[in-house]
């Protein structure tokens, strides 16, 4: 049984089916509880990576999406560039930036890494 889920951890299930793992299959009545303990666990696997990648990452995806969409002319950002600057105005699907020398950049919404700390300022 340890080769089989060691099989399939490594993705080689397709294999199986060809016959080549086929000696690491049970005899028997135990093919009904090694199906179940695999498919248990995949899903105790599927768990695992759904808690420490799919779900934090859903979650900073919707603070950026909130953090875009409540941010203001006046406020002081950071772009994913690493460029300081200020909203000067705010279009559709852009923001003008006013960097430090005074000029105007256009920036897409989705660009902007965060609002500055008052350390950064």
Partial sequence: ????????????????????????VPAGGESSSSTLYMILFMVVLFAIFYFLIIR????????????????????????IGGIYGRIDSIREDSY?????????IRMAKSSIAGKQTDEAK
């Fill in 1 to 24: 049984m340890a080769k089989k889920i060691i099989a399939s951890l490594l993705g080689l299930s397709a294999i199986s089916s060809v016959g080549l793992l086929s000696s690491c």
């Fill in 56 to 79: 934090p990452q859903s979650k900073r995806q919707k603070e950026h999406q909130n953090l875009i969409s409540n941010l203001q002319v006046g406020d002081r950002i950071i772009t």
């Fill in 96 to 104: 003008i930036i006013k960097v430090e020398s005074g000029e105007l």
